[in-house]
């Protein structure tokens, strides 16, 4: 591995169900991050984590749940999907507080 | 309320020259990212300011007036490729990225 990757890419998911986006990254950053991204919204940060251990929560975390038992796995938790949780969601990691580097995306659809 | 402002589209010719703006207004700040995010792709850096003044990366170069909260992104010569949309992020007091909803730029032949 080499970067941040997620998966899966895409996913159709029925309302009401349990889903988890999975990312992990290999260059040993402190700090991870977990967006959405809407047409004409921009990214907007859902939950992050400074260092293993910790997460705190971000401009809109409602819905979602975060863990971070190790330095390189932080996934994303819905725990009972809705249709406007329907988004493309964007996992990054920086080396606290620089520049994030972003993994290449789950397209997540609830109908 | 922090917010970050940039035009939502704008056109420019192959072998030219665009300026794209983004004007914020935040709590803090630790500097100003620019990222370019082709279509369905992530999101990948392209520049950071922290002091006034311009960086010059190649192609692209990158303004800061932090009085006047204000930054631009130049592309020079542009190329078909640069067809994307261009995101301006503030680091405010608390270390967060506070992210504009970006410009998406149309090159045209």
């Known amino acids: 591995i080499a970067g941040i990757t997620q998966a899966p890419t895409s996913q159709i998911l029925a309302a009401g169900r349990r889903m988890t986006l999975r990312c992990t990254q290999d260059m040993r950053h402190n700090a991870m991050y977990w967006y959405r991204q809407d047409l004409g919204l921009g990214l907007r940060l859902i939950h992050y984590?400074?260092?293993?251990?910790?997460?705190g929560k971000g401009e809109v975390p409602d819905g979602y749940s975060v863990s971070r038992a190790n330095t390189d796995d932080f996934p994303l938790t819905l725990a009972s999907a809705v249709p406007s949780q329907t988004s493309v969601y964007f996992c990054?990691?920086?080396?606290?507080?620089?520049?994030?580097?972003f993994g290449p995306g789950t397209r997540l659809t609830v109908l | 309320g922090q917010n970050i402002d940039q035009p939502t589209e704008m056109t420019a010719t192959e072998g030219a020259i665009v300026q794209i703006n983004c004007t914020y207004q935040t709590s803090g700040f630790n500097g100003l990212f620019w990222y370019q995010q082709h279509a369905g792709e992530a999101p990948t850096f392209l520049s950071y300011n922290v002091l006034d003044g311009l960086e010059e990366k190649g192609r692209f170069s990158s303004f800061l007036s932090r009085s006047k909260g204000y930054s631009y992104l130049l592309l020079k010569e542009l190329q078909m490729k640069d067809s994307a949309s261009y995101l301006c992020a503030v680091t405010d007091s608390n270390y967060q990225l506070i992210w504009g909803a970006g410009t998406k730029l149309i090159i045209k032949p």
């Open positions: 984590s400074n260092t293993a251990g910790t997460t």
């Open positions: 990054a990691s920086s080396a606290e507080p620089n520049t994030q580097y």
